[in-house]
């Protein structure tokens, strides 16, 4: 300590304490190198630059601890938080879409049918997919390592979940066709709780809704027929390319499964 106050010059080799470099610890043969022995102060800027950039390193790295807690579900509402990582952030394009009219009809509306089951289920069937560590290790939650397959991790694009959840609360209004739904669980434990998947799903949607807020503007337009103003929802909307997220989810299809009764060392 001593040493490296006289290195910053803040203690003068004069001072009660110092001791004189003797002969062995001179340098030999370079002039320049024993000039500076003899004035130990000459470090003082470089050891200051060395501490400014390793301060430097520990706010850096502080501060993307904090940023990546602040973004954790445990921390709350983060104003002007910055958007999480996704391995699909730089693939999925945005475009401008009309939402249909209210009065409008597609394969997903009216009485349910075959054709209509298999149009809801193909919205969510990409299901489960993997992807590389080096994705898995900028996740802000961590995720479970593929067993047989370590270098490769189970994810799922939340949009998928919610959609299982609409077509699920679909089908629980449709008893008639669907039966009654089977969906209260008990979760064994000693706290142990029943899970109703139909409650979990609608709030699961209102939280989805919430979160990404559509803020397009819907209108009031006069119709000259009806001699009234009507509300329209047939309005531009900045959208999420669906297509790029299906060939993502596709490309990325986890084709070998997740044994859930295994566990593997993974990265956090």
């Given at each position: 300590?001593?040493?490296?106050?006289?290195?910053?010059?803040?203690?003068?080799?004069?001072d009660?304490?110092?001791?004189?470099?003797?002969?062995?610890?001179?340098?030999?043969?370079?002039?320049?190198?024993?000039?500076?022995?003899?004035?130990?102060?000459?470090?003082?800027?470089?050891?200051?630059?060395?501490?400014?950039?390793?301060?430097?390193?520990?706010?850096?790295?502080?501060?993307?601890?904090?940023?990546?807690?602040?973004?954790?579900?445990?921390?709350g509402?983060?104003?002007?938080?910055?958007?999480?990582?996704?391995?699909?952030n730089?693939?999925?394009?945005?475009?401008?879409?009309?939402?249909?009219?209210?009065?409008?009809?597609?394969?997903?509306?009216?009485?349910?049918?075959?054709?209509?089951?298999?149009?809801?289920?193909?919205?969510?069937?990409?299901g489960?997919?993997?992807?590389?560590?080096?994705?898995?290790?900028?996740?802000?939650?961590?995720?479970?390592?593929?067993?047989?397959?370590?270098?490769?991790?189970?994810?799922?694009?939340?949009?998928?979940?919610?959609?299982?959840?609409?077509?699920?609360?679909?089908?629980?209004?449709?008893?008639?066709?669907?039966?009654?739904?089977?969906?209260?669980?008990?979760?064994?434990?000693?706290?142990?709780?029943?899970?109703?998947?139909?409650?979990?799903?609608?709030n699961?949607?209102?939280?989805?809704?919430?979160c990404?807020?559509?803020?397009?503007?819907?209108?009031?337009?006069?119709?000259?027929?009806?001699?009234?103003?009507?509300?329209?929802?047939?309005?531009?909307?900045?959208?999420?390319?669906?297509?790029?997220?299906?060939?993502?989810?596709?490309?990325?299809?986890?084709?070998?499964?997740?044994?859930?009764?295994?566990?593997?060392?993974?990265?956090?």
């Open positions: 300590m001593e040493r490296l106050l006289i290195y910053l010059g803040l203690v003068n080799r004069a009660e304490g110092y001791r004189k470099f003797n002969e062995a610890d001179q340098y030999t043969g370079d002039s320049s190198r024993e000039e500076f022995v003899k004035d130990p102060r000459t470090m003082a800027p470089w050891i200051m630059f060395l501490l400014f950039a390793l301060n430097m390193v520990f706010f850096l790295f502080n501060y993307s601890q904090l940023q990546a807690l602040s973004s954790c579900g445990t921390a509402n983060v104003i002007g938080a910055a958007t999480l990582y996704s391995p699909v730089n693939v999925v394009r945005n475009e401008v879409r009309v939402f249909s009219h209210a009065l409008s009809r597609s394969k997903f509306h009216g009485p349910p049918t075959n054709e209509t089951d298999e149009a809801w289920e193909a919205l969510y069937e990409g489960i997919s993997s992807i590389h560590v080096s994705q898995a290790v900028l996740l802000p939650n961590w995720t479970e390592a593929i067993p047989g397959n370590e270098s490769y991790y189970a994810v799922a694009l939340d949009v998928f979940h919610q959609l299982h959840c609409l077509n699920l609360i679909r089908k629980a209004l449709l008893p008639e066709r669907y039966g009654p739904p089977d969906n209260v669980i008990t979760v064994p434990g000693e706290n142990s709780v029943q899970f109703d998947h139909v409650d979990h799903c609608i699961s949607v209102r939280e989805s809704l919430m990404n807020a559509d803020v397009a503007v819907n209108v009031w337009q006069w119709d000259d027929k009806k001699k009234r103003t009507k509300p329209r929802v047939d309005v531009l909307h900045t959208c999420k390319n669906w297509g790029d997220i299906l060939d993502w989810a596709t490309e990325h299809t986890m084709i070998s499964g997740l044994d859930t009764s295994l566990h593997v060392d993974h990265v956090h």
